[in-house]
């Protein structure tokens, strides 16, 4: 019997297929590898802050679309002190969203462990759509958005007048984005197109894993991260999480009714900071916390007429030209953030608790300036923020009752309630496209390697209990707990904390199951 002849098609898609498995690639694989999106080229030629390394890279801007448009990214590195023994790369991302890493790194970079520093290039960079990377442009030019948020309260609004008006300026600021968006970018700024970021520049640092330290919202990225591709980690801290589950969608219908800051606690939490500040303020004498009124009690009780006060009228302080007006909205602002930071920042005055309590005290021995204007004006950069924020979270909708929820805020949560309502009430009436690429799970794929979270049990932001949740809801979690106080345990360090974060990126050693790191020191000692 003649042997049958090979038709030319089927001779090359054999001799394909052939040279597909000598290098070791199925034709799936290859497949993938020619849809795969091209790595970026990284050079760190250009020097800019003290000892740090620059350099941009272009990736896609939508992954459905890999060899389409590309977007630019901005990044920065720190070599690792010991280059001999390097380890690879650790990427670092400071959260907000919002937060320039480039401008973050330089910042605190002192504050990564010793061993760390020595072992590891530290590379952090600008997620899409913020600081130097490209960015989503609403406006045609710069200054309008500044101008159309100039009227807004300072803080958040109060009282029916403020909501509405703030209502529709959120609104014309989400039209603004939807019709000068001219590159696409706005469908793409979920943080799942950041961790695609993410990955292609851990290839381009030629790293076979991902090393990664992630405070605050650099959490839901690293989560996210390992979850979209669970075979690539290596080692990842993650420093005072979001619980992703909550964050995202809610667990329940009557969770999805609740905007997402109380959906994950973070007003209860920073209500329970709020009361550990005046307690232990209140535990010692004016001397050392200028706000004390002589016991936990009476501390309290001095912090709400204070608030009351506000509720009724503003207070200035200094006098013109240099007179600062607050209400009550801006004051909670200033507490709500004033507690992140337990021990002063250098160089920067009034921060850290003792800074919180002169302030308030300052306020406390002002008199009332019922005649004086409102303050107003909103904070810049906002599109930077909303661009992720919104992609990332189910919000409750523009004709939602917010001004009731702010009202439930208040009611468990006291002063610092109705802060957080508002902070996601922006994203009410954002395009609908932005959700485009959002990641809603599933949230325990078993990774490559285990994932250690890391919490302060007194955080004002994302609570304790949301950092225990996604080490639950992880396949391969470990939780640390620091009985500390202030938001992420890098921002208010502790040397217990450090030394096992130290162990596991460098040797992958976890800490015992249920650790627990006692402070270096309490506040006010």
């Given at each position: 019997m003649p042997r049958p002849r090979l038709t030319t098609a089927f001779r090359a898609a054999a001799t394909t297929a052939a040279g597909l498995l000598l290098a070791g690639l199925t034709p799936a694989a290859a497949a993938s590898a020619a849809t795969a999106p091209p790595v970026p080229s990284l050079t760190w030629r250009q020097s800019c802050a003290d000892g740090f390394q620059c350099d941009t890279a272009q990736v896609p801007l939508d992954y459905r679309a890999p060899h389409g448009r590309t977007i630019r990214l901005a990044l920065i590195r720190r070599p690792a002190d010991d280059q001999a023994h390097r380890l690879g790369t650790l990427f670092y991302n400071p959260g907000g969203p919002g937060i320039p890493g480039t401008g973050a790194l330089p910042a605190v970079s002192g504050l990564f462990p010793a061993e760390v520093r020595k072992r590891f290039d530290i590379v952090s960079f600008d997620p899409r759509g913020v600081g130097r990377s490209t960015a989503l442009q609403c406006f045609p030019d710069p200054s309008g958005e500044p101008a159309l948020l100039a009227g807004l309260p300072a803080g958040y609004p109060v009282g029916a007048e403020q909501q509405s008006r703030w209502?529709?300026?959120?609104?014309?600021?989400?039209?603004?984005?939807?019709?000068?968006?001219?590159?696409?970018l706005?469908?793409?700024?979920?943080?799942?197109?950041?961790?695609?970021?993410?990955?292609?520049l851990r290839q381009a640092v030629g790293d076979r894993r991902l090393s990664y330290l992630g405070t605050s919202y650099g959490t839901y990225l690293g989560t996210v991260y390992a979850n979209l591709f669970p075979g690539r980690v290596r080692a990842m801290v993650l420093d005072s999480a979001v619980d992703p589950v909550a964050w995202s969608t809610g667990r329940t219908p009557q969770d999805r009714a609740l905007p997402p800051f109380?959906?994950?606690?973070?007003?209860?939490?920073?209500?329970?900071?709020?009361?550990?500040?005046?307690?232990?303020?209140?535990?010692?004498?004016?001397?050392?916390?200028?706000?004390?009124?002589?016991?936990?009690?009476?501390?309290?009780?001095?912090?709400?007429?204070?608030?009351?006060?506000?509720?009724?009228?503003?207070?200035?302080?200094?006098?013109?030209?240099?007179?600062?007006?607050?209400?009550?909205?801006?004051?909670?602002?200033?507490?709500?953030?004033?507690?992140?930071?337990?021990?002063?920042?250098?160089?920067?005055?009034?921060?850290?608790?003792?800074?919180?309590?002169?302030?308030?005290?300052?306020?406390?021995t002002a008199p009332d300036t019922p005649s004086a204007p409102l303050p107003t004006g909103g904070l810049s950069g906002q599109t930077q923020v909303l661009g992720?924020?919104?992609?990332?979270?189910?919000?409750?909708?523009?004709?939602?009752?917010?001004?009731?929820?702010?009202?439930?805020?208040?009611?468990?949560?006291?002063?610092?309630?109705?802060?957080?309502?508002?902070?996601?009430?922006?994203c009410a009436a954002w395009p609908a496209e932005a959700a485009r690429d959002r990641y809603d799970g599933p949230w325990d794929r078993p990774t490559a390697a285990p994932v250690l979270v890391v919490a302060n049990t007194d955080d004002p932001a994302w609570p304790y209990q949301g950092s225990?949740?996604?080490?639950?809801?992880?396949?391969?979690?470990?939780?640390?707990?620091?009985?500390g106080d202030g938001h992420t345990v890098l921002g208010n360090p502790n040397g217990c904390a450090a030394g096992y974060e130290e162990r596991y990126l460098i040797d992958g050693q976890l800490p015992p199951r249920g650790e627990v790191c006692a402070p270096d020191q309490r506040p006010f000692e």
């Amino acid at each position: 019997m003649p042997r049958p002849r090979l038709t030319t098609a089927f001779r090359a898609a054999a001799t394909t297929a052939a040279g597909l498995l000598l290098a070791g690639l199925t034709p799936a694989a290859a497949a993938s590898a020619a849809t795969a999106p091209p790595v970026p080229s990284l050079t760190w030629r250009q020097s800019c802050a003290d000892g740090f390394q620059c350099d941009t890279a272009q990736v896609p801007l939508d992954y459905r679309a890999p060899h389409g448009r590309t977007i630019r990214l901005a990044l920065i590195r720190r070599p690792a002190d010991d280059q001999a023994h390097r380890l690879g790369t650790l990427f670092y991302n400071p959260g907000g969203p919002g937060i320039p890493g480039t401008g973050a790194l330089p910042a605190v970079s002192g504050l990564f462990p010793a061993e760390v520093r020595k072992r590891f290039d530290i590379v952090s960079f600008d997620p899409r759509g913020v600081g130097r990377s490209t960015a989503l442009q609403c406006f045609p030019d710069p200054s309008g958005e500044p101008a159309l948020l100039a009227g807004l309260p300072a803080g958040y609004p109060v009282g029916a007048e403020q909501q509405s008006r703030w209502a529709d300026t959120y609104a014309n600021l989400g039209r603004q984005c939807a019709e000068n968006d001219r590159t696409g970018l706005l469908a793409h700024l979920s943080t799942a197109d950041t961790a695609r970021d993410l990955d292609l520049l851990r290839q381009a640092v030629g790293d076979r894993r991902l090393s990664y330290l992630g405070t605050s919202y650099g959490t839901y990225l690293g989560t996210v991260y390992a979850n979209l591709f669970p075979g690539r980690v290596r080692a990842m801290v993650l420093d005072s999480a979001v619980d992703p589950v909550a964050w995202s969608t809610g667990r329940t219908p009557q969770d999805r009714a609740l905007p997402p800051f109380l959906r994950t606690g973070s007003d209860l939490g920073s209500a329970r900071t709020l009361d550990t500040f005046l307690d232990r303020c209140g535990a010692v004498d004016p001397a050392r916390c200028a706000f004390s009124a002589g016991s936990p009690e009476a501390t309290r009780a001095k912090f709400a007429q204070l608030t009351d006060r506000l509720g009724r009228g503003p207070i200035t302080l200094g006098t013109p030209p240099n007179a600062v007006t607050h209400d009550e909205a801006t004051v909670v602002t200033a507490v709500a953030n004033g507690l992140y930071a337990v021990e002063p920042v250098p160089n920067l005055p009034d921060t850290g608790w003792s800074g919180l309590g002169e302030q308030l005290q300052r306020l406390w021995t002002a008199p009332d300036t019922p005649s004086a204007p409102l303050p107003t004006g909103g904070l810049s950069g906002q599109t930077q923020v909303l661009g992720v924020l919104c992609s990332d979270t189910a919000n409750p909708p523009a004709d939602a009752d917010y001004p009731a929820l702010a009202d439930l805020a208040r009611a468990r949560s006291g002063a610092l309630g109705p802060y957080w309502v508002w902070q996601t009430q922006r994203c009410a009436a954002w395009p609908a496209e932005a959700a485009r690429d959002r990641y809603d799970g599933p949230w325990d794929r078993p990774t490559a390697a285990p994932v250690l979270v890391v919490a302060n049990t007194d955080d004002p932001a994302w609570p304790y209990q949301g950092s225990r949740a996604l080490a639950d809801t992880l396949a391969r979690g470990r939780l640390l707990t620091v009985e500390g106080d202030g938001h992420t345990v890098l921002g208010n360090p502790n040397g217990c904390a450090a030394g096992y974060e130290e162990r596991y990126l460098i040797d992958g050693q976890l800490p015992p199951r249920g650790e627990v790191c006692a402070p270096d020191q309490r506040p006010f000692e």
